[in-house]
C-alpha cells in the first residue's frame, strides 16, 4: 500500500476535482480531506470534505474531492496541493459533578451558562461520521444536538 497523495487535479466548470489515493486507510472509515490549492499569481480553493473509504477491485482506494477556486487558475503554471487525511470520530460526554451525572438539558435556554470548573467527563456515546455526514453511533447512549440524525434515549 502506498502513502497517500494526489494523482491529479482537474477544472470541471467552476470546481476543481481533485483524485486522492488514500490506500493506507481502512475500508469503510470515516475519513476528513482537508487542505487546499494554489498556484503562482495568486489561485486558491480550499477543501474540505468527509467521506468513506472504500476499496477498488485492485485494494486501491481512491477519493474524488472538490473544491471552488477564489481565484481562477492559468494554464502553464504548475498547482501545489496541501492536503490533510484523518480518521473522524466523536465522543458524546455527559456532565458529571460531585459523582453525579447530570440529567440531559432538553432545552438549553432553561440552563444556566457553564461556569469555571465545569466538566464533562463520562462517555454517552462514541462513534464515526459517515460520508453523508450522519453519525454511526456505537456504544449506545444520546449524542448532543438535534435533528433527524441524532438518537435520542
Known sequence: MSNPWVTKVTIIGDQLLLTVQVDEFVTNESLEISGYVTQHGGAIATVFAVQTVTRNP??????????????????????????????????????????????????????????DGTVWNSIRATGWETAGGSPMWIGGGTPAGSGPSFRRE
Open 58 to 115: 485492485d485494494g486501491s482506494a481512491t477519493m474524488y474531492v472538490t473544491a471552488t477556486p477564489a481565484q481562477g487558475f492559468q494554464e502553464g503554471y504548475d498547482v501545489t496541493v496541501v492536503l490533510r487525511a484523518a480518521r473522524v470520530w466523536m465522543t458524546v460526554l455527559k456532565q458529571q459533578q460531585d459523582g453525579t451525572v447530570q440529567p440531559q438539558a432538553e432545552d438549553v435556554t432553561e440552563r444556566p451558562p457553564a461556569g
